[in-house]
């Protein structure tokens, strides 16, 4: 199924290599997130790699950590995959035909690339086989509650100034779906969280111009092509701030990220016992009375 115009990605992504230095916050703060997960996983990783490498902060928190030996930084955006070759070995890549052999990782790692895959199981799954037994997935990427506000106030307005309404927020992943995304995928020992990072502007164009800068913008498949008139974007902007704006004017946004963690299968990993194998019973060890499938407390 196509969702987005990878294409379009591509060039988004190339086109905000010169000036990214300006909105590079979000995925700043989101690689120091990750890079803290990884702060549980006592492992070393002789060869790793980075998807979605862009300005390279990921990169340098993976390095400092002391836990990844050679780090591999891809990006789709060939631009990105120069700047950061001056960092180590480098390479311009699509996340849904990754060009590595089967076993051959040791761990991924990633900070807002995912979201713009059109198939994530299938990418996911890619990722599993290219992992060596007991290899690690830690990535991170945009989840359902992005931009809600966003979101509402185009609905509306596109609906007042042309009488008809088009996807304008690229959908993301639902947090209740990415578990089992990763189990379709073939991980073991999936672990999947989320926050919120909150971001507040003068005004709605504030938003878009930093979604701009950071090479977010709408690149859905069934968007409208045609220009949008100067009439939808100031009817957006009035809209959010009428339902949205603080106590001091400003307007919020909401960017929800999923951190998603899983590892190949591997035969030495931890497994479940069998249902009724336990030693023990759990009544016994809190101290209450078992009660069976199907029976009333008390009956």
Request: charge should be neutral.
């Amino acid at each position: 199924m196509l969702v987005f115009d990878r294409s379009l990605v591509r060039r988004r992504r190339e086109r905000a290599v010169s000036n990214y230095a300006d909105f590079a916050f979000l995925e700043e703060s989101v690689a120091e997130r990750v890079a803290e997960r990884l702060e549980d996983v006592r492992r070393r990783f002789p060869l790793a790699l980075e998807l979605g490498a862009r300005s390279g902060a990921l990169g340098r928190h993976l390095r400092a950590s002391g836990r990844v030996d050679t780090l591999i930084q891809a990006d789709l955006a060939p631009g990105w995959a120069r700047a950061r070759a001056s960092d180590g070995p480098s390479v311009a890549a699509d996340e849904e035909f990754l060009p590595f052999a089967d076993n051959s990782l040791d761990a991924v790692f990633g900070a807002l690339s995912l979201h713009w895959v059109n198939d994530l199981p299938g990418a996911l799954s890619q990722i599993r086989r290219a992992l060596k037994p007991d290899g690690l997935l830690l990535v991170a990427l945009l989840g359902g509650d992005t931009l809600v506000e966003l979101r509402d106030a185009l609905f509306e307005a596109e609906s007042e100034v042309t009488g008809g309404v088009s996807p304008r927020v690229s959908p993301f992943a639902d947090l209740r779906d990415a578990g089992g995304l990763l189990q379709r995928a073939g991980f073991a020992l999936p672990v999947v969280d989320a926050d919120t990072i909150p971001v507040t502007y003068e005004t709605a164009f504030h938003l878009m111009r930093d979604l701009r800068g950071m090479g977010e913008t709408n690149a859905v498949l069934e968007r409208r092509k045609q220009p949008s008139r100067r009439a939808l974007f100031a009817r957006t902007a009035e809209i959010y701030a009428e339902r949205f704006a603080g106590s001091d004017g400003r307007v919020p946004a909401r960017f929800q990220v999923l951190y998603l963690t899983g590892w190949a299968p591997s035969a030495d990993q931890p497994k479940a016992l069998r249902p009724g194998s336990a030693a023990a019973r759990l009544a016994d060890a809190i101290g209450g009375a078992e009660v069976g499938t199907g029976e009333k407390p008390g009956g």
